[in-house]
């Protein structure tokens, strides 16, 4: 008998925390089909689908910048909602014309895919995540050339899932606190607008920083914000800090929580 107590607290110690480890991660790609099963039995039936995009941000961030920073900032989103689960990051986005090149794809190693392709993955991924028992599908993107067409699918989704308990649920506040609330911050802080940036500015690397410092390159910050005019960048990134990037991250989450709280309580 004391034998089989032993190698029962063996296995225990050996396997116990590790698959509970395992079964308290938000991100659905770290789960097992039976504990994705099992999480949307327990409540957890609200799933953020975090879209994100390869593109080019200076040389000074890496391409993965917006894939990063959106799969961080939706797990700390669905944390502080307690039932959410997080879907794998959308990298694949529009960026522009291939070819001739346009936008962002006058860059080495950003990609693009066309409108109706991307349109097509949000909605077979939303309608996989209803079949699956998840009453509330959310998306947010975490760049500005997206925006309309993430509203454009779940507006799609809502009309087809209009005799159903699902809803799918556009979150623009997301995105719009990078412009608004965390753009007033860092003026309050002394920024100028020039230095804050829409890409790859102050703003944009600060909050880089914060989230995965591994993806920044401060050497190869422009040391004139003229030189960042032909190499992607609008802004002055030279004020960048993890402290500054902090305040951005904070204000994202809260922000992004209460605005996915409203949408869900609100009556169709």
């Known amino acids: 008998m004391r034998a089989v107590v032993v190698l029962l607290t063996l296995w225990l110690v050996t396997f116990g925390p590790a698959t509970w480890a395992a079964s308290a991660s938000v991100f659905l790609e770290e789960l ?15 799933v953020i689908i975090p879209v994100g995009g390869t593109e080019q941000s200076g040389p000074h961030l890496a391409l993965g910048k917006h894939n ?27 960026e522009g014309n291939i070819a001739p090149p346009t936008g962002h794809m006058r860059f080495a190693g950003t990609i693009s895919v066309p409108d109706d392709a991307f349109k097509a993955v949000l909605d077979a991924a939303a309608r996989s995540f209803k079949q699956h028992g998840f009453l509330n599908v959310v998306l947010i993107g975490d760049h500005g050339g997206y925006q309309v067409q993430l509203k454009t699918v ?4 809502n009309r087809d899932w209009i005799a159903t308990p699902a809803r799918a649920h556009f979150i623009g506040d997301y995105y719009r606190v990078t412009e608004t609330d965390y753009a007033q ?30 993806l920044v390159r401060p050497e190869q910050i422009p040391r004139d914000p003229r030189e960042g005019l032909t190499s992607g960048v609008a802004g002055d990134p030279r004020a960048s800090s993890i402290a500054l990037g902090q305040l951005g991250v904070d204000l994202i989450v809260t922000k992004t929580v209460a605005a996915i709280q409203a949408s869900v309580n609100a009556k169709r």
């Open 32 to 46: 097992t089909w039976t504990e994705v099963r099992d999480a949307t039995r327990a409540g957890k039936t609200t």
């Open 68 to 94: 990063a920073r959106v799969r961080a900032l939706a797990g700390k989103i669905a944390v502080s909602l307690g039932n959410a689960l997080v879907a794998p990051v959308v990298a694949y986005v529009p």
């Open 154 to 157: 779940a507006m799609r989704l």
């Open 185 to 214: 911050v860092l003026r309050a802080k002394g920024l100028s607008d020039m230095q804050i940036g829409t890409h790859a500015g102050t703003a944009d690397t600060s909050l880089m920083m914060a989230i995965d410092a591994a």
